[in-house]
């Protein structure tokens, strides 16, 4: 067989492709930029920007599935660069996966595809899109994921999967991040400090990728379906990365700011970096707030029923891996 994985060089798709050669699998990756690390192990590169649907068209050929995770992310930037890349993309991967004659590609949504800006208790795949969006990435996500499930067909199945703050080791979003806010002094405990969250380590993200292409060739009711992933165990966010700070040297963040003034000031940044036109991120946005704020955490049972999907490395496994990692990239106290 042979994969296309598009972002292979990215943080969800290396780990995807690491799998898929282990399992002795011909693959080539699809990226805007050389991926010289992945020429060496053995990887096919496809250098084309997904706004093309030639470029697409040229990384489909000759390939058995695509598994696409290249996307847009962030919460600050145009409209118009989030719907490019995330939903016109999309279009054009499965264009090029019908004009190939592709047979299976599963899609790397996201849980955002559902805020509506309250909390997630629990939820599972019947909750609604979202609506009342304040992140431009969660409203082009739910775009293309409902695009790409619509297109599902005999000849070409798709389903998308939907993982919940991806983290571990090489880890350059999540943790990096919120350690270099942390670093900064401007990181603050939001609300009440007791949201429970899901969070996913990426080893478990690529083995339910793989179950979800395997699930697609053996069980055609899998196909047009969306499935949330995690690790199946909730954390309270807070304590959570506070033994992440004390596992890497740091003292505990104790200080709160009530959500109503994160809020608050998260709207009044992004109407300064609306006025000044600034690309970078401002330092607090309303979708940012709420999500410090409020319970995320969904019912991951029909991904385990229907993909097989069990989530191998145990939470305490993960940190441990991922500190280490943030450890030896000079993220420890000293």
Known sequence: MKYLVTGGGGFVGSYIIE??????????SLGR????????????????????????QAACADVDAVFHVAAKAGVWGDWQGYY????????????????????????????????????????????????RWLCHYAHSKAIAEQEALAASSVRLKVLALRPHLIFGPGDPHLLPRVLDSYQQGR?????????????????????AHLDAMDALQCNPRVAGQAYFISQDEPVMLWPWFNQVLQAL??????????????YAAGALCESIWHLLKKDN???????VALELAKHHYFD???????????PAVSME???????????????ASG
């Open 317 to 331: 496994l993960a940190l441990e891996l991922t500190i280490e990692d943030l450890k030896r990239r000079g993220y």
């Open 84 to 131: 490019q890349a995330n939903v016109v993309g999309t279009r054009n991967v499965l264009q090029a996966c019908r004009d190939r004659g592709v047979s299976r590609m599963v899609y790397t949504s996201t849980p955002s595809v559902v805020f509506n800006r309250k909390s997630h208790c629990g939820g599972n795949e019947g909750l609604p899109y979202g609506r």
């Open 249 to 262: 040297g740091h003292p505990p963040l104790v200080r709160r700011v009530p959500l109503a003034v994160t």
């Open 33 to 56: 930029s050389a991926q010289p690390h992945l020429e060496a192990l053995g990887v096919e590169v496809v250098q084309g920007d997904l706004g093309e649907l030639s470029a697409v």
């Open 281 to 287: 991120d401002p330092p607090m946005t309303r979708f």
């Open 187 to 207: 990181l603050r405990i939001v609300g009440r400090g007791d949201a429970r969250v899901d969070m996913t380590y990426v080893g478990n993200v690529a083995d």
């Open 19 to 28: 799998r898929l050669l282990a399992r002795g699998e011909s693959v080539r």
């Open 300 to 310: 991951i049972s029909r991904a385990k029923a229907e993909l097989g999907y069990q």
